[in-house]
């Protein structure tokens, strides 16, 4: 491995190659018909050229054509929504008894409301509503909805809200992706016309205007004058000055001991007197940034970790522009995963690693741990995977934006601007949850007046990263769309990989609300494997369901393991057999560890200068900082 470092604004200088199988094979050829092995190669004629040349003009003006349009529809893709809405209509256009099942929906819902309206015009005190919103609808909790007329505004809205979720809903012969992406777009439609949203018809609005004579509608007015001068300065979010990284978030003492035009490898500084021989490699996401595992010190995991005795590295990635279009999905593997355990190879010896991959950084691990399994090469001792996926068939409500024509479309836009942008992507998150994300903000920081407080995690969220161009596409297509992991088709040098090749023990992660990579898919590490497998499921989302250290409130988990010759198990039921457990799931993690790790040792030292991997400077390094 080389030891040639480079400044954070240099560009990429070649590095030395990782150790991996010198046997590989080739990348793929085109095998030609035996008949025409040995013919001289034809030249094109000057019609043949014509329509190269033609075609190219035209995809380059239909991709320019996309990409202009993609800035005006937030990426999304107007064919991909007219293809889904076409084939719900047509289907339910020909679905006569699904029509008449609606209208009788329609009639029902209508005497349900006419009834509530009735027994509120007679005075009757606490009528019943004709209809309760679902468990994580927060919109009409106060009570003041329960008065007239506003109890009759939400239980109209949910009365058709429900009716539109009955009518975008098993219409036979739509198919599920195009039902799935209907029925989401319908709801986000609904969700503007929802009387929480607007000051006439939002009583706890009114009630607060009254009582402050106004005030909070003035206070909202700037809190919202605010928020679109940041954003057309390109300024972060408001609170966000009270969180800086290096001062108050990713604060746990460390060194940058390897940097290449990737990543940069910290190493944290010990914190106990012996440590266990084998290192922890954790491997984050580069769709966000790492400290997202080094927030706060009461909340940093990387930090408990460390004072667990164990010697921590944490890859940091490089935020890509316009010029880094080209890097693969594979530069990943080999720039990020490889490089960064030859790192740790030659600062901690020949001692074994736990490898950790959380969310992309997961899946990224999985295939290099599975193309490390074929060619022989034992470096891990065993693998953990938190909130990360091998198998997309069940990748959640992304895969709403995941179809050949979304892909094209987001494809051409990122042609254009060389990456995914940070905006773009946080767009499509925050649809996802729009009444959290969206229009409950509307209403507590514009209509109220009220600044919700920033947190370290709202400060990372915002923290966002862009995608290169090339990377990104593979991803989309080679994994959520085709799903060529799980189904043994992705390459690597040139032969496919995996899981089933790893025979080291495995921890797999799961959170329950998760909708980013829901449980029940991370479940799957159990069918795609041939191993021992822990899994765990924790109470909280993607993120939230993460940061859970000891003490916070709240928190539970199950845990159980299967080991390779115990017959499987389908996720529910696994759930309703495993008992939950009280408390933050981290100390049944280092547990976890621990057992597999072996008698505590001297630390090593911080980097290794003979190998050419001196400290560069102090955690958490200058590729977290660039925006």
């Not at 179809?403 to 905006?423: I, P």
Request: charged fraction near 20%.
């Amino acid at each position: 491995m080389s030891g040639r470092k480079q400044s954070p604004g240099s560009d990429a200088a070649k590095v030395t190659p990782h150790r991996e199988n010198p046997t590989a094979g080739p990348a793929k050829v085109t095998q030609l018909h035996s008949s025409a092995q040995h013919a001289p190669p034809i030249a094109p004629g000057p019609e043949a050229q014509s329509d190269d040349a033609a075609t190219r003009f035209a995809d380059s003006v239909d991709s320019a054509i996309h990409a202009t349009m993609a800035k005006a529809t937030g990426g999304i893709s107007p064919s991909a929504l007219s293809e889904a809405y076409a084939d719900w209509a047509v289907h339910l256009a020909v679905s006569p008894g699904k029509q008449m099942q609606l209208m009788i929906k329609a009639m029902r819902k209508s005497q349900r409301l006419a009834r509530f309206l009735g027994s509120c015009a007679t005075g009757q005190t606490g009528a019943q509503d004709c209809i309760e919103p679902l468990p994580q609808d927060k919109r009409f909790t106060d009570d003041a909805w329960k008065k007239w007329p506003f109890n009759l505004y939400s239980q109209a809205f949910l009365l058709n809200q429900q009716w539109w979720h009955n009518a975008t809903n098993d219409v036979r012969g739509v198919t599920r992706q195009h039902e799935d992406v209907v029925s989401f777009v319908t709801r986000q439609i609904l969700d503007v016309f929802s009387p929480s949203n607007y000051l006439a018809t939002n009583p706890v609005v009114l009630q607060a205007t009254i009582s402050q004579g106004g005030q909070n509608l003035l206070h909202g007015s700037r809190n919202y004058l605010e928020d679109v001068t940041r954003a057309l300065h390109g300024r972060r979010p408001a609170g966000m000055e009270d969180f800086k990284v290096g001062e108050n978030l990713a604060v746990t003492p460390g060194k940058v001991v390897y940097r290449n035009q990737l990543i940069e490898l910290i190493q944290y500084e010990p914190t106990t007197e012996k440590v266990h021989p084998e290192p922890i490699l954790i491997v984050p996401a580069w769709i966000m940034k790492y400290y997202i595992l080094d927030l706060s010190p009461s909340n940093s995991m990387i930090q408990y970790l460390v004072g667990q005795g164990f010697t921590v590295f944490c890859i940091s990635w490089r935020n890509p522009d316009a010029k880094d279009r080209d890097l693969a999905f594979d530069d990943y593997r080999t720039l990020g995963v490889m490089e960064a355990l030859d790192a740790v190879g030659q600062i901690c010896g020949d001692a074994k690693v736990h490898g950790i991959g959380y969310c992309l950084g997961g899946t990224l691990l999985a295939i290099a741990a599975a193309a490390m399994a074929r060619d022989g090469d034992e470096r891990f001792k065993d693998l953990s995977f938190f909130a990360a996926q091998a198998d997309f068939t069940e990748a959640g409500e992304l895969m709403l934006f995941i179809n050949e024509s979304q892909v094209t479309f987001l494809e051409d836009m990122m042609a254009q601007q060389g990456y995914l942008d940070a905006k773009q992507m946080a767009g499509a998150f925050q649809l996802l949850h729009s009444n959290d994300l969206i229009w409950s903000k509307h209403v507590s920081e514009y209509l109220l007046g009220e600044r919700s407080a920033m947190s370290d995690l709202m400060a990372w969220n915002a923290d966002a990263t862009r995608m290169p161009a090339r990377m990104h596409s593979e991803y989309l297509r080679e994994l959520f769309l085709n799903n060529d992991f799980a189904e043994g088709r992705y390459d690597v040098n040139g032969r496919p990989v995996a899981l089933s090749d790893i025979e080291i023990p495995i921890f797999a992660l799961g959170t329950e609300w998760d909708h980013v990579a829901p449980w029940k898919s991370v479940y799957k590490f159990h069918l795609l494997t041939d191993t021992d497998v822990t899994f765990l499921l924790t109470n909280g989302g993607h993120n939230t369901g993460i940061v859970s250290e000891p003490g916070h409130a709240r928190r539970h988990y199950r845990i159980a393991t299967k080991h390779d010759q115990d017959r499987y198990r389908d996720a529910q039921r696994w759930f309703d057999e495993t008992e939950p457990r009280d408390g933050s799931w981290w100390p049944a993690f280092a547990d976890w560890l621990d057992a597999r790790s072996g008698r505590a040792v001297a630390p090593p030292p911080m980097g290794a200068p003979d190998a050419g991997l001196a400290p560069l400077c102090e955690a958490p390094g200058a590729y977290v900082l660039e925006a």
